[in-house]
Antibody, heavy 126, light 111 residues
Framework: EVQLLESGGGLVQPGGSLRLSCGAS????????MGWVRQAPGKGLEWISS????????YYADSLKGRFTISRDNPKNTLYLQMKSLRAEDTAIYYC???????????????????WGQGTMVTVSS | QSVLIQPPSASGTPGQRVTISCSGS????????VYWYQQLPGTAPQLLIY???QRPSGVPDRFSASKSGTSASLAISGLRSEDEADYFC????????????FGSGTKVTVL
């Protein structure tokens, strides 16, 4: 069964940092691009970032560029999101998601997220 | 402010047909695929439609979607109580450095 499991969320003070992890299982992780999407309480979905299978093509939401960094460790089947200078408005559930199409060497950004994790809650508050 | 605009709510009685619109622009919907995600209460989103009108395996054919120009729509026919959820459209947007944009979301209520 294809599964994604996020971890690393919690309470952090404004200005702090946090690293989220997403463990993948049930598929060949290094053959698929991955992404992060967040959802503030009671709000809609917001795309954060996507990363190609080999980790050589990265895409970020302009509003978050510079504060958030996506990365992956293919041998460990793990996706990461490093977040710094956190603000109250970063409070949200953070989901990792698998890109649908098989693509070990090429990432077409025009693609769906077909598998989602259950999410990890990040609360930024003093 | 979402780049893709959806009505905040839609409703219908069991068995009815409900449609949800998604309005975008030439930088997203018109020349890129449209995706639809369903989010049941308290759960993670799940892919409902990909590449404008394709259903992943396991998605009932009661769900259908289409695209025309800078707009898209999702239709739910034979509405069932378990369809009560939030629905989000999405597309890749080619403006600036590119981004994956979601619609504002539509809450479907089964009366």
């Amino acid at each position: 069964e294809v599964q994604l499991l996020e971890s690393g969320g919690g309470l952090v003070q404004p200005g702090g940092s946090l690293r989220l992890s997403c463990g993948a299982s049930g598929f060949s992780f290094d053959n698929y691009a991955m992404g992060w999407v967040r959802q503030a309480p009671g709000k809609g979905l917001e795309w954060i970032s996507s990363l190609s299978a080999r980790g050589d093509n990265l895409y970020y939401a302009d509003s978050l560029k510079g504060r958030f960094t996506i990365s992956r460790d293919n041998p460990k089947n793990t996706l990461y999101l490093q977040m710094k200078s956190l603000r109250a408005e970063d409070t949200a559930i953070y989901y990792c998601a698998k890109v649908q199409m098989y693509g070990p060497f090429y990432y077409d950004t025009d693609d769906a997220f077909d598998v989602w994790g259950q999410g990890t809650m990040v609360t930024v508050s003093s | 402010q979402s780049v893709l605009i959806q009505p905040p709510s839609a409703s219908g009685t069991p068995g009815q047909r409900v449609t949800i619109s998604c309005s975008g622009s030439s930088s997203n919907i018109e020349f890129n695929y449209v995706y639809w995600y369903q989010q049941l209460p308290g759960t993670a989103p799940q892919l409902l439609i990909y590449r404008n009108n394709q259903r992943p395996s396991g998605v009932p054919d009661r769900f259908s979607a289409s695209k025309s120009g800078t707009s898209a729509s999702l239709a739910i026919s034979g509405l069932r109580s378990e369809d009560e959820a939030d629905y989000f459209c999405a597309a890749w947007d080619d403006s600036l450095s590119g981004s994956y944009v979601f619609g504002s979301g539509t809450k479907v209520t089964v009366l």
